[in-house]
């Protein structure tokens, strides 16, 4: 069975730092890229970075650029967002998915909540 | 990278098809052939039901439909069922960054 598990999240004050994980179980996980996708509470989905099977290639939504950076462990079959410099407006529920082609993300986990409050 | 344009609430009866649509720009919706779409219940991760426009994955009903003209997507959702309602997001790939729509709640009356 395919699986994403998703931990790290967490209270944080605003301009602290969090590092978020997710495990990938029954797939090839180094045959992926993957993706982080937020969604703050009772608000839609928001797509906020990818990064390529070989980790060679990344990409960002305009609203974390700067202060987030995505990165993965192959051989740990593990997916990383270091998020710094956090804002309130961060807080979210944080999911990663697994992305098997353009816009598409086919298996997610069961998400991780972040909250940037003071 | 603004988020594509959904309708917040559509309705329909058991039976019934509905329609729910999704503008974007000629950046991405009408760039590119890479529209999906996600269907999530409340509490829970969101679901694939529809991808590169207008193919289902395993296990999706055909009742779910998708297709796309210009800069708008649509996804029919036809002989309605009580578990059909909830929310649906849009979504299309534009080049270095991927876009969602604000999501459409869907009540079966």
């Known amino acids: 069975e395919v699986q994403l598990l998703e931990s790290g999240g967490g209270l944080v004050q605003p301009g602290g730092s969090l590092r978020l994980s997710c495990a990938a179980s029954?797939?090839?996980?180094?045959?992926?890229?993957m993706s982080w996708v937020r969604q703050a509470p009772g608000k839609g989905l928001e797509w906020v970075s990818t990064?390529?099977?070989?980790?060679?290639?990344?990409y960002y939504a305009d609203s974390v650029k700067g202060r987030f950076t995505i990165s993965r462990d192959n051989s740990k079959n593990t997916l990383y967002l270091q998020m710094n410099s956090l804002r309130a407006e961060d807080t979210a529920v944080y999911y990663c998915?697994?992305?098997?082609?353009?816009?598409?993300?086919?298996?997610w986990g069961q998400g991780t909540m972040v909250t940037v409050s003071s | 990278q603004s988020a594509l344009t959904q309708p917040r609430s559509v309705s329909g009866s058991p039976g019934q098809s509905v329609t729910i649509s999704c503008t974007g720009t000629?950046?991405?919706?009408?760039?590119?052939?890479?529209v999906s779409w996600y269907q999530q219940h409340p509490g829970k991760a969101p679901k694939l039901i529809i991808y590169?426009?207008?193919k289902r994955p395993s296990g999706v009903p055909d009742r779910f439909s998708g297709s796309k003209s210009g800069n708008m997507a649509s996804l029919t959702i036809s002989g309605l069922q009580a578990e059909d309602e909830t929310d649906y997001y849009c979504?299309?790939?534009?080049?270095?960054?991927?876009?969602f729509g604000g999501g459409t709640k869907l009540t079966v009356l």
């Open positions: 000629s950046s991405d919706v009408g760039a590119y052939n890479y």
């Open positions: 998915a697994k992305r098997p082609g353009r816009g598409i993300f086919d298996i």
């Open positions: 590169d426009v207008n």
């Open positions: 979504c299309s790939f534009a080049g270095r960054y991927v876009v």
């Open positions: 029954g797939i090839t996980y180094s045959n992926y890229a």
């Open positions: 990064t390529h099977d070989d980790a060679g290639t990344t």
